[in-house]
């Protein structure tokens, strides 16, 4: 194999200036440079990363920590965090973390030992010991979609990237409401998670909005999996006034209450009107179609990816939360008709389709 020496003598230059052209590490004249990457292409040279990562002190790798076997979300968060790193020159070492507290100390602590450069986590609803070892061990890390409260002070302690889910969730509730709905429920997803605590806030809100109580016997938690979401929705059907329309708040939850309803013999939106968190690629397949909020997955990914690159260069600069918009795509398992042409609600602020607006702070 070609070695740097090789690439040197080729281009007739020394190997600290081919190492300052491979690496980056110091400005190369561009006719210089053109004559490295000429020579590399030529003899086939390919670098050794280890070497470069002793040098640098960088693997140019990032870690992912997230349960993407599991849930179709955060496979396209996945694809978007993948995409975003071989942008920018860096491999990704992926473990799954189980949503479970020990399991997710683990993965981090085995992908820190990887010495990867920093790492991307979709932390579990008791981050406490992954908290503690990145703050040990001053590991740069970004969390996404599930966000870590911040310190005492107000400060933020990592960087974050997320989803906006409060506004769009009682989005929702407020479509139901406009449809003559007055008894909506909730599936909410697992305690302890800040989406389950954000998107519980946006329902009261469009409660609230749309002047309608709020009875807690119409939120139920599903845990964010198809089972438990069976469960609870089988529990909100066997109240005495069961709700006439669901929000489910993931699109796991959303097969699970579909489940238990079509095991009641309930028909969508004849019986029940239903709208939901996340849309996935087969929403649009369902009879009647899936109205639903449509999180921009694979944008979070990448911009957890720029969020850790600029931690790595500045590492003493304050951490950042930044919130996504997502998208209401309106169907028909809300009850409303399949349009034939532009639904009298799109001239409004807000409209179908359109994502809402968020502020990163």
């Known amino acids: 194999m070609p070695t740097m020496a090789d690439v040197a003598r080729h281009a007739g230059v020394s190997v600290a ?34 070497a470069r990562s002793l040098v640098t002190s960088r693997t140019r790798s990032i870690g992912l920590a997230v349960s993407a076997v599991r849930n179709p979300y955060f496979t396209e968060i996945l694809q978007g965090v993948e995409a975003s790193a071989l ?3 860096y491999g990704l070492l992926i473990a799954d973390p189980r949503d479970d507290p020990a399991h997710e100390r683990t993965v981090v602590q085995l992908l820190h030992e990887r010495r990867v450069d920093g790492v991307i986590v979709a932390p579990s609803a008791d981050p406490r010991e992954l908290v503690a070892y990145l703050t ?4 740069p890390a970004v969390f ?7 310190d005492p002070d107000g400060a933020a302690r990592f960087d974050q990237v997320g989803a906006e889910n409060a506004e769009p969730t009682a989005r929702l509730v407020t479509h139901l409401a406009e449809l003559g709905h007055r008894r909506i429920g909730l599936v909410a997803g697992l305690p302890g998670w800040s989406t389950t605590a954000e998107r519980i806030a946006g329902y009261r809100h469009g409660l609230a909005a749309a002047g309608l ?41 959303t097969i699970g209450a579909l489940r238990a309803l079509r095991d009641r013999g309930l028909s969508v939106p004849g019986d029940i009107a239903l709208c939901c ?43 950042r939360t930044v919130r996504l918009p997502c998208a209401f795509v309106h169907r028909t398992s809300c009850g409303c008709p399949e349009p034939s042409r532009p639904h009298p609600r799109a001239e409004r602020p807000g409209q179908p389709d359109q994502p809402t607006k ?4």
């Open 277 to 319: 968190f996340d849309d996935f690629p087969w929403a649009d397949l369902f009879a009647p179609r899936l109205t639903a909020v449509a999180q921009p997955s694979r944008d979070i990914g990448a911009r957890a990816v720029r969020l850790l690159l600029d931690r790595l260069d500045a590492p003493q600069h304050p951490a």
């Open 87 to 89: 942008e920018h020159g």
């Open 136 to 139: 040990r061990h001053s590991v």
């Open 358 to 361: 968020g502020p990163d702070s």
């Open 17 to 50: 200036t081919v190492s300052h052209v491979l690496n980056g590490t110091r400005p190369v004249l561009p006719h210089t440079r053109q004559a490295v990457l000429d020579a590399v292409d030529a003899l086939g040279y390919t670098p050794n990363t280890l």
């Open 213 to 253: 109580p709020h009875d807690e016997r119409l939120v139920v938690h599903g845990d964010s999996d198809a089972a438990g979401a069976e469960r609870a929705t089988a529990a909100l059907l066997s109240l005495a006034a069961p709700p006439t329309a669901l929000v489910t708040a993931n699109n796991a939850m």
């Open 144 to 150: 996404l979609d599930r966000l870590v409260d911040a």
